[in-house]
């Protein structure tokens, strides 16, 4: 069977300079990879590739053994895969229950209205916490909740693949944790996750594999657990200094 996703020799950057100098990953389908990597490494540059924000200079992507390099950020949705960039990734001014009926209405344009309740009532059981904020406007809620709104919009559109960039930036340690706990629910449901995390206790906890990329460069590409365990992990960023850093 095809990988869920696959990246080889894959080179992009910005205005002619490449940023990203030949990555290659191989997901398996239900599985989970975290990024990690020091600021300016190119991880956000990297989730851009994938989902179709930005062309490649050379390589190739494919989803689910489909080459996708030619397919532009809808067609790549259409195709299964969801995103939730780092910022922006709600309406502030629109309420919860309207973010996430866009989330739907975004793939699912001429489907059933009971359909759409069937999938917010599975999704709201990923989220316990938003489900009385319904009627909130997004732009009030706690920037956990709101990261939260964010994800369950994405997963509206019923992906097999979730795409997230750094779900923890900014928040504080418990709702991260709070917010870790919905991810791993999400994992529980067979959904592929390719994940960016600073914090890298929590991130590389979500996931069976991790990535370290250094430089626009996979550095180091293990499972999780080991990962947290390598001294390698420590010297990369922060000389021999002892235990594996909340935030790298
Ligand atoms: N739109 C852009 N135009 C030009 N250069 C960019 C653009 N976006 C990012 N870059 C550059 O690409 C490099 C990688 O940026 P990227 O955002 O991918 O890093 P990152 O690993 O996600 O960093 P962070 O941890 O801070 O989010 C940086 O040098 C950045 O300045
Ligand atoms: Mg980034």
Redesign the pocket.
Known sequence: MSAALSLQRLHA???GKD?LHGVDIELEAGGALTVV??????????L?AVVGLLPLSRGSIALSGKPVEALNALARSRLGLAYVP?ERNVFANLTVGDNLRLGWEFLHPRMEISARRDRLDYVLQLFPEIRDRLAASAGLLSGGQRQMVAIASALMQTPSLLVL??PSAGLSPRNAALLFESIARIRATGITLLM?E?NVKLGLAAADHGLV?VA?QVRLLAPAQELLADDRLHRLYLGTQPGVPETL
């Open positions: 950057g910005y205005a940023i990597g020091p600021n300016g490494s190119g991880k956000s540059t990297l851009k780092q960039d750094e960016i600073q990329l626009g």
